[in-house]
């Protein structure tokens, strides 16, 4: 006899005390309505996938999608990128937006600093003045052409009302374009010297 076929036997020759089996169905049934009536009254959010990326990172640790050095090197950057890989968990894709543009300026500023050698930064606080000031201090074109390209591509749409990222595909590939830039700088931003 098969093993299957032993068990099936023995639970349809097993018999349940009635009073058990009333108490159950009593603690099943009084369970389902407290659990449906709290169930109405929590909030619930349904999040569907975004390309590759796992959901539970994006939701709650979207600075692991960049390099670890950005904690030691840009600090101030990272809640922003925690916040732009949330809003693109729950498709809020222009927000998402917002917060990967002011995390690439903020390593932007950190890059300059670098390059610079600590010169003051320009007055005019857009990122067309910093890649204008970058090249004048002979930051690399791999960097300043990145940065060129996100600024006409992405970021200067993006700052007008009537523009939104209204598509995943869009969302992902801004949030693949700000990494590629933001690796490329923080490969040459060294690390804090130890206090």
Same mark, same amino acid.
């Given at each position: 006899?098969?093993?299957?076929?032993?068990?099936?036997?023995?639970?349809?020759?097993?018999?349940?005390?009635?009073?058990? !089996?009333?108490?159950?169905?009593?603690?099943?049934?009084?369970?389902?309505? *407290?659990?449906?009536?709290? !169930?109405?009254?929590?909030?619930?959010?349904?999040?569907?996938?975004?390309?590759?990326?796992?959901?539970?990172?994006?939701?709650?640790?979207?600075?692991?999608?960049?390099?670890?050095?950005?904690?030691?090197?840009?600090?101030?950057?990272?809640?922003?990128?925690?916040?732009?890989?949330?809003?693109?968990?729950?498709?809020?894709?222009?927000?998402?937006? !917002?917060?990967?543009?002011?995390?690439?300026?903020? *390593? *932007?500023?950190?890059?300059?600093?670098?390059?610079?050698?600590?010169?003051?930064?320009?007055?005019?606080?857009?990122?067309?003045?910093?890649?204008?000031?970058?090249?004048?201090?002979?930051?690399?074109?791999?960097?300043?052409?990145?940065?060129?390209?996100?600024?006409?591509?992405?970021?200067?749409?993006?700052?007008?009302?009537?523009?939104?990222?209204?598509?995943?595909?869009?969302?992902?590939?801004?949030?693949?374009?700000?990494?590629?830039?933001?690796?490329?700088?923080?490969?040459?931003?060294?690390?804090?010297?130890?206090?």
């Amino acid at each position: 006899m098969l093993k299957q076929d032993a068990l099936d036997e023995k639970k349809s020759s097993t018999k349940v005390d009635p009073g058990l !089996f009333y108490g159950l169905k009593n603690d099943t049934r009084e369970f389902e309505t *407290v659990f449906r009536a709290e !169930f109405r009254l929590g909030n619930m959010f349904l999040a569907t996938p975004k390309g590759a990326y796992d959901l539970a990172v994006l939701i709650n640790h979207g600075e692991f999608i960049f390099p670890e050095t950005i904690y030691k090197k840009v600090p101030e950057a990272v809640e922003d990128v925690r916040q732009a890989s949330r809003c693109l968990a729950f498709e809020l894709y222009t927000a998402s937006g !917002f917060h990967l543009h002011r995390a690439n300026e903020s *390593v *932007v500023l950190k890059y300059f600093d670098h390059v610079s050698k600590g010169k003051e930064r320009p007055s005019n606080r857009n990122l067309g003045s910093y890649i204008k000031a970058l090249e004048n201090e002979g930051a690399g074109e791999n960097i300043t052409s990145c940065l060129r390209d996100l600024k006409d591509m992405h970021r200067n749409p993006l700052m007008h009302p009537d523009q939104s990222i209204e598509d995943v595909n869009d969302a992902l590939a801004l949030l693949s374009s700000i990494h590629n830039s933001v690796v490329a700088m923080l490969h040459e931003i060294p690390l804090p010297e130890a206090s």
